[in-house]
């Protein structure tokens, strides 16, 4: 609707203007560690007399003109492995340490062979400089020859990622031309025209954005137009593992700005790739499969410009990073909550866990902690008792606050309630102590309250084996517990023996109709 695009433009207005043309560093200060790192390769340089130059790259370089600290170090070597220079280094430092060789991972965008030691009690990384060659059905290079200064630096994914800092001339080398004023001018672009850069390795896509919401820099015109072009697209959702593109997006929605990032997944038509539906859906219509997408979208781009409005006023703790990663993942597959699919076994699963299990290989506590928050968001209201309170904490365990601010942002974009009526509902959820850890009977952390009469002692006082009727019955308990707070392990037996008929009597009708077919 043109509401929701004019929310989206504002958003975007909004989010780029920290985006200004920043002041970089004249030279990089070097920190007395790094400058005894950097003496130490050097002399072993000029003491073997090797026929290499040593440089240090990428975001190191990018992080000190910034003015920011980097503690990863990767030196790049020409026509030298670095295992080779490595094993110089530790003889020259009298075989004190040990050089670790990692294997070339393409899957983890290790694509050569790299060693790693430590001087000065810090980790560097060393590797030749080289050029690489792709095949077109693979992001993995077929070959990746000893290269020169400039062609490492051109096929590396953005300008601004492609500087070189040069040990013997202690100078910032910008091969590329364009890496210090894209930096100080705040743009994402490829050294190499985008399209041969994302279709060598369409990864890079991901990096752009993430890179891009992480500085909050604007994306260079011709690389927002190479991205969303189909060839790059589907060599996308093709040839990048599942476990590569989750590692991207966990990195931009636990980074400084991951509304940013979700909008320009949305505006680079990388949402559908992302967040891949199963194929097993029973959703045959392609034009029905795109509507999820957009409705999805829609939804997601009316909702993030109010979270972090919604959330001061439900909440007094700022959003944590990690919570918000997963405040944002239940926003963006919202839509997908009541949607099932069969997978090759016949088994229904709900959408919601596919997407974030096998799509973006998020953690099971992430899924468990979504899918929670989705199924159970609805039964937020203005007034409670203790029992149902403590039953929905218990549901919802730390997750509770996010699942009532998802909610307010449900009903607001719905138009069906305003954020008033949802604070109302925390307050009611916090009267009568019922979270406030500092009151005796206090239901804070409820969902770690354990059962004051275990299964052991539920099937010797009720005379019942063990399996799912002791199980109900433990539910039982736990709602007259949290009716009841102040009696003891003594009373509530009691209490589970005089109603000991009508409690078995109803756990076994519950037991039986959830077996029912």
């Not at 991901?206 to 500085?215: D, N």
């Not at 209201?381 to 549901?395: I, N, P, Q, V």
Request: proline content about 4%; charged content about 25%.
């Amino acid at each position: 609707t043109q509401s929701t695009w004019g929310m989206l433009r504002l958003f975007r207005f909004m989010s780029t203007q920290t985006t200004m043309k920043l002041k970089l560093a004249d030279s990089i200060l070097l920190q007395e560690q790094e400058a005894k790192i950097f003496k130490i390769l050097v002399d072993v340089v000029e003491t073997e007399g090797l026929q290499t130059q040593l440089r240090v790259a990428g975001g190191w370089v990018r992080d000190k003109l910034m003015g920011r600290d980097n503690e990863d170090i990767d030196i790049a070597l020409e026509n030298m492995r670095g295992k080779d220079f490595a094993e110089r280094v530790n003889a020259f430092l009298g075989n004190k340490g040990t050089v670790a060789v990692i294997q070339a991972n393409p899957e983890q965008s290790k694509h050569l062979e790299t060693a790693r030691m430590k001087i000065e009690n810090v980790w560097i990384d060393l590797v030749n400089l080289r050029s690489e060659t792709y095949a077109d059905d693979s992001r993995i290079p077929t070959s990746t020859p000893f290269g020169t200064p400039l062609e490492d630096a051109l096929r590396r994914d953005l300008t601004i990622n492609a500087m070189f800092y040069n040990l013997h001339t202690r100078r910032v080398e910008d091969l590329t031309g364009r890496g210090m004023a894209d930096l100080e001018c705040g743009i994402i672009r490829t050294p190499l025209e985008p399209v041969h850069t994302f279709l060598d390795d369409p990864l890079r896509v991901l990096r752009s954005v993430r890179f891009a919401s992480r500085f909050r820099f604007e994306l260079d015109a011709d690389l927002r137009e190479a991205a969303q072009l189909p060839s790059v697209l589907d060599k996308l959702q093709k040839n990048v593992s599942r476990e590569r593109i989750g590692a991207e997006l966990e990195g931009m929605l636990t980074g400084p700005a991951p509304e940013l990032a979700c909008q320009l997944i949305f505006e680079l038509k990388l949402f559908p790739v992302i967040f891949e539906l199963p194929a097993l859906l029973d959703v045959s219509d392609p034009a029905a499969v795109q509507q999820l997408y957009f409705e999805a979208q829609n939804f997601a781009s009316r909702t993030l410009p109010m979270i972090s409005d919604v959330w001061s006023r439900l909440s007094d703790q700022p959003l944590q990073s990690e919570a918000h990663r997963t405040l944002l993942l239940a926003i963006l597959v919202a839509r997908f909550k009541d949607l099932f699919y069969r997978d090759s076994k016949n088994k229904t699963i709900p959408v919601v866990q596919y997407v974030l299990r096998e799509s973006v290989k998020c953690k099971m506590s992430i899924v468990t902690d979504v899918t929670v928050m989705l199924s159970e968001m609805h039964r937020f209201k203005l007034s409670y008792s203790r029992k149902t309170a403590g039953l929905l904490l218990r549901s919802l365990k730390h997750t509770w606050e996010l699942a009532l601010c998802l909610s307010s942002l449900l009903d607001i974009v719905a138009g069906n309630d305003t954020i008033e009526h949802h604070a109302a509902y925390r307050r009611s959820i916090i009267a009568d102590s019922l979270v406030d850890p500092s009151d005796v009977g206090s239901m804070a952390n409820v969902w770690n309250m354990r059962h004051i009469v275990d299964g052991s002692r539920v099937c010797e006082l009720l005379g019942i084996p063990k399996g799912p009727l002791v199980g109900k019955c433990l539910e039982s308990i736990m709602e007259y517990q949290l009716e009841h707070p102040f009696e003891s392990a003594d009373q509530v037996a009691a209490w589970l023996v005089f109603n000991a008929e009508s409690i078995v009597a109803s756990a076994r009708a519950s037991v039986s109709n959830k077996h029912k077919p």
